[in-house]
Each structure stands twice: as structure tokens, then as C-alpha cells.
């Protein structure tokens, strides 16, 4: 499973003009899911999101997280996470989690932020075509990816 963490200012999804998932300042996250992934790594990888600590305090320095900060997430599935690209110029997306498998994973890993850590999480629609558009505060960017992580 693979999360991309960025920090922003504000961050919004729409499928057919109609905005979807709206937040402030907070957590955009792209969420990939490939076979294999269980529930253990959605626990995983929710509590790393939750407990992250990448906003500044008053010395400027990363000490802070989205609960010291009234932060929200907007949360997008995004196969595309696992696209191999080592053969040719089309990307293959063969590692990706069919979407029978994906989608419930994906629920419950939103489901895990909301309940366990009480936290505001936005989404978009899960195989929906979405246009999403946010602010890349810092920019701060993070992967975090349980095949690398839980070795």
C-alpha cells in the first residue's frame, strides 16, 4: 500500500464540475493499494498519517500534526500509484488491486482515520474520473509505502 502525504493549504476534488471533497489546511493524500495489501497495512499506514508530524511550530520547525492544527484530509484513491513503467512508454498497471479488492481497503483505511484517530476526511469517488486541485504548502511531499516500511 502507498500513500503520498502532501501538506496543504487547502484541497478540493470534482467529478462533472460538481466539487465532491473540500478541506483547509491539512493532509492531501494519494492512496494506492496493490495485491496483496490487507487491513494491517491500512492500520499501518492511517496511524503514520494520523501521528505525522509536518507542520511548523513557532520555531519554524516540523514538530507539529494535523490535530495540533485543526487540520482535515482530503483522501483520493489512486491506482496509478502502482504503475510500472520499466517496459516501453505505456505504463502498466498490473500491480494495482482490482477495484473489488482496492475499494473496500481504501473505505476502511478512511473509515480507520475517521474513527480511530477523529479525524475530518474528505474523499472523492472511488473509479470516478476527478479533477482534483490543491496547494502544495512548503511544497511538502511524503511516500509512505508499506513494502519499504514493514520489511
Do not use: H
Amino acid at each position: 500500500m502507498r500513500v503520498i502525504v502532501q501538506r496543504t493549504s487547502r484541497a478540493e476534488v470534482r467529478i462533472d464540475g460538481a466539487v465532491v471533497g473540500q478541506i483547509g489546511k491539512g493532509f492531501m493524500l494519494l492512496v494506492g493499494i496493490t495485491d496483496g495489501d490487507t487491513q494491517a497495512e491500512a492500520d499501518y499506514l492511517a496511524k503514520k498519517v494520523a501521528q505525522m508530524r509536518i507542520f511548523e511550530d513557532a520555531e519554524g520547525k516540523m514538530n507539529l500534526g494535523l490535530q495540533d492544527v485543526g487540520g482535515e484530509i482530503l483522501s483520493i484513491s489512486q491506482f496509478t500509484l502502482f504503475a510500472d513503467c520499466r517496459k516501453g512508454n505505456r505504463p502498466s498497471f498490473i500491480r494495482a488491486a482490482r477495484p473489488e479488492v482496492a475499494e473496500p481497503l481504501y473505505d476502511y483505511f478512511n473509515t480507520v482515520l475517521r474513527t480511530q484517530y477523529g479525524l475530518q476526511v474528505a474523499t472523492g469517488r472511488f473509479g470516478a474520473d476527478m479533477k482534483v486541485d490543491f496547494v502544495n504548502d512548503g511544497p511538502v511531499t511524503i511516500l509512505l509505502d508499506t513494502q519499504e516500511m514493514l520489511r
